[in-house]
Nanobody, 125 residues
Framework: QVQLVESGGGLVQAGGSLRLSCAASGRTFSSYIMGWFRQAPGKEREFVAAIGWSRGGTDYADSVKGRFTISRDNDKNTVYLQMNSLKPEDAAVYSC??????????????????WGQGTQVTVSS
């Protein structure tokens, strides 16, 4: 049974940082793309970042480029999202997802097969 479990969300002041983790289990993910998406109340789910599990290639939404970094630890089967210089508009439920490569287009949620339950990120101004 595939499981993606996010952690690391919380409340942070604007300008602060958080690191989200996504622990993956239940299968081999070497041929998968791992993505982070977010959804704020009243808004559509939005692509944040993605990483190829085997080669580590990354992709980012324009809104987070230069502030967020996605990475993975193959030994721990965990994907991370380091979020710096957080803004109030970054507040949302962040979810990780896994899709069998290739995921085209990489920012489309429907291309991802497995999803975690999400973790709340709140940014105070």
């Amino acid at each position: 049974q595939v499981q993606l479990v996010e952690s690391g969300g919380g409340l942070v002041q604007a300008g602060g940082s958080l690191r989200l983790s996504c622990a993956a289990s239940g299968r081999t993910f070497s041929s998968y793309i791992m993505g982070w998406f977010r959804q704020a109340p009243g808004k559509e789910r939005e692509f944040v970042a993605a990483i190829g599990w085997s080669r580590g290639g990354t992709d980012y939404a324009d809104s987070v480029k230069g502030r967020f970094t996605i990475s993975r630890d193959n030994d721990k089967n965990t994907v991370y999202l380091q979020m710096n210089s957080l803004k109030p508009e970054d507040a949302a439920v962040y979810s990780c997802a896994a899709g069998r490569a290739p995921v085209i287009p990489i920012n489309q949620a429907r291309r991802y097969e497995y999803w975690g339950q999400g973790t709340q990120v709140t940014v105070s101004s």
